[in-house]
T-cell receptor
């Protein structure tokens, strides 16, 4: 089945220790997104890629970076995680640049100690 | 004022009940309206997608959009325990603009 896969599902890191979350997709979609979702809050868009064209939301902290080495993979790097970065990180895809129909992965839950 | 407002619940209903979930919004430029279902510790899943005003039905689910009131609804008929999840409304202006999500309403359907 075509899908969006996120690894790991749970990630524990230490305050200030860099961490990388990964996402892969078998849908062959052009657009990939990273969202941050805290408990009982709406998903917050951090970045999206349309092919290799990177789009950064204005309020995404500099601490967050992203890479998309090819169509199938996308990575979220958190350079120096703080306690406030503990959240669920959701990867999503869409076939084209219209963002209305998105397919989400299961998420990676990040805990910062 | 938030751009999208959604009652967080939780909403508990008996199995078989009709469920009504609602969102209000302030941005009159929103044209596309979506409902996502999110099970605990999982990613959201697109349930319904509507353009502009009107109704759309898919099985037990009906989405309604009233742009004049800036109000959208999702109705679930004959609710099942498997419908227990958080329901997120989402909307967009279109034209490649980002989607704005509500905070979600947690629904529990009791057998």
């Amino acid at each position: 089945d075509a899908m969006v896969i996120q690894n790991p599902r749970y990630q524990v890191t230490q305050f200030g220790k860099p961490v990388t979350l990964s996402c892969s997709q078998t849908l062959n979609h052009n657009v990939m997104y990273w969202y941050q979702q805290k408990s009982s809050q709406a998903p917050k868009l951090l970045f999206h890629y349309y092919d290799k064209d990177f789009n950064n939301e204005a309020d995404t902290p500099d601490n967050f970076q992203s890479r998309r080495p090819n169509t199938s993979f996308c990575f979220l790097d958190i350079r120096s995680p703080g306690l406030g970065d503990a959240a669920m990180y959701l990867c999503a895809t869409s076939e084209g640049p219209s963002q209305e129909t998105q397919y989400f992965g299961p998420g990676t839950r990040l805990l910062v100690l | 004022q938030k751009e999208v407002e959604q009652d967080p619940g939780p909403l508990s209903v008996p199995e078989g009940a009709i469920v009504s979930l609602n969102c209000t919004y302030s941005n009159s430029a929103f044209q596309y309206f979506m409902w996502y279902r999110q099970y605990s510790r999982k990613g959201p899943e697109l349930l319904m997608y509507t353009y502009s005003s009107g109704n759309k039905e898919d099985g037990r689910f009906t989405a309604q959009v009233d742009k004049s009131s800036k109000y959208i609804s999702l109705f679930i008929r004959d609710s099942q325990p498997s419908d227990s999840a958080t329901y997120l409304c989402a909307m967009s202006e279109g034209g490649y603009q980002k989607v704005t999500f509500g905070t979600g309403t947690k629904l529990q359907v009791i057998p």
